[in-house]
């Protein structure tokens, strides 16, 4: 069993920063992790992956080149550095993590656990 616990949301403006973390309790058993964000009326979507044993890296087409989804090994930390921000990165962000199952790493469907999740407001 896997628990993990987000942390670093809030309200920034438009163009502003936030960094997410997520704490896993065991590294053991995971395969890929991800960040998914959830805004009112739409789906679960995914944000950034990373695989862990390799150090890759992927990215939604509509975050690249402003979020960057990183690891701390060490600390069994995730992290999700988001900069430029803008209205439409509204949502509740969720840590997940998950076995080798197949897939792609966008799909939630491939992970068997999810953090709390953690708001995530941006105003213009």
């Known amino acids: 069993q896997v628990q993990l616990a987000e942390s670093g949301g809030g309200s920034v403006q438009a163009g502003g920063s936030l960094t997410l973390s997520c704490a896993a309790s065991?590294?053991?058993?995971?395969?890929?992790m991800g960040w998914f964000r959830q805004a009112p009326g739409k789906e679960r979507e995914g944000v950034a992956g990373?695989?862990?044993?390799?150090?890759?890296?992927l990215y939604a087409d509509s975050v690249k080149g402003r979020f960057t989804i990183s690891q701390d090994n060490a600390k069994n930390t995730l992290y999700l550095q988001m900069n430029s921000l803008k209205p439409e990165d509204t949502a509740i962000y969720y840590c997940?993590?998950?076995?080798?199952?197949?897939?792609?790493?966008?799909?939630?469907?491939?992970?068997?656990?999810w953090g709390q999740g953690t708001q995530v407001t941006v105003s213009s």
């Open positions: 065991t590294s053991e058993s995971i395969y890929r």
């Open positions: 990373i695989y862990p044993r390799t150090g890759a890296r």
């Open positions: 997940a993590a998950g076995p080798a199952n197949g897939g792609t790493w966008s799909d939630p469907s491939r992970y068997n656990y």
